[in-house]
């Protein structure tokens, strides 16, 4: 079996995951290798398959990088499928999971900044419903209003619909619960420390710096989890990742990644040779 591991041109290498899953492909006779998903000269139909990992660099041109995973799945397999792409590289998902009856941040999507209304206490968040790495993402409270309003504009010029949501508090001191699975199974979890500072301007690069340890889930994040998953419209992909916050009831989600989520193999035994698993069933 031979694989195409989809990066980006910043990490021709892959990321820090990809050392690990591809020892441990090769440890079971598989043959992968690096691929650049905007590389023309790539030919994704040489490939058994095509493993979407560190495309992290999409969001600026989803609608590029939709229009690729559909010309490579005509070609080959696609992991995830393409379908999965186009409806998870848009935040709007979350109100088809909320609908679903997935606990879920609640949110509210603006087209125009007319149609912006901000809270009027409380701190909230400002982000595109199209973004990665957390980029273009905001805290702000009382009395920030026209810095809320400056992002949100930027946003909308952009081309992208803007998601605002309440803040969270408890992630303050409990950070987000970030949950792994690989062919619809729980893998492992990590905990991100608190990513937003009122005042500290937006993230640059590729993505945003995380502070990460391994955590183990709360039986109350595990069932969260389960209902996230369980309310998706297809069937459970060959990877993904269910990121919580502490909300005041009860873990909600923050967001469901299935595109193109760091897995943080590093931090659970095992963990690479259960993705690399994963893979291979998937492919078939």
């Known amino acids: 079996m031979r694989l195409a591991i989809a990066t980006c041109a910043a990490l021709p290498q892959l990321d820090d995951d990809g050392p690990a899953l591809l020892a441990a492909l090769a440890a079971r006779g598989v043959v992968a290798e690096p691929a650049v998903w905007t590389d023309a000269a790539v030919e994704w139909g040489r490939f058994d398959a095509v493993v979407i ?5 999409y969001a600026p041109r989803r609608d590029a990088f939709v229009a690729w995973a559909e010309r490579v799945e005509a070609e080959t397999r696609l992991v995830n499928p393409a379908s999965v792409v186009r409806w998870n590289t848009d935040k709007r998902y979350l109100a088809q999971l909320a609908a679903a009856g ?5 949110l509210t999507v603006v087209e125009s900044l007319d149609a912006l209304r901000l809270p009027s206490d409380g701190e909230f968040v400002i982000k595109p419903t199209i ?16 810095g ?17 949501q ?15 699975f690989f062919g619809g199974r729980f893998s492992h ?6 990513m937003l500072r009122r005042g500290a301007g937006l993230a640059t690069g590729l993505y945003a710096e995380e502070a990460i340890t391994a955590r183990t889930p709360s039986p109350a994040e595990h069932a969260v989890a389960a209902q996230v998953l369980g309310a998706l419209p297809f069937p459970v992909p060959a990877y993904a990742r269910v990121d919580l916050v502490p909300g005041d009831a009860g873990p909600l989600l923050l967001e469901l990644e299935l595109t193109e989520p760091s897995a943080f193999l590093g931090f659970a035994p095992g963990a690479a040779d259960a993705l690399a698993a994963a893979l291979i069933a998937a492919v078939g």
């Open 53 to 57: 990992r560190s495309t992290w660099d």
């Open 102 to 106: 997935a606990p879920t941040v609640p």
């Open 131 to 146: 973004s990665a790495g957390s980029l273009d993402t905001a805290r702000f409270g009382p009395g920030e209003h026209d």
């Open 148 to 164: 809320a309003r400056a992002l949100a504009a930027a946003i909308l010029a952009s081309g992208r619909a803007v998601l605002c």
């Open 166 to 180: 309440p803040y969270q508090a408890g992630v303050d001191d409990g950070g987000e619960t970030a949950l792994l």
């Open 189 to 194: 979890a990590i905990r991100k420390g608190p």
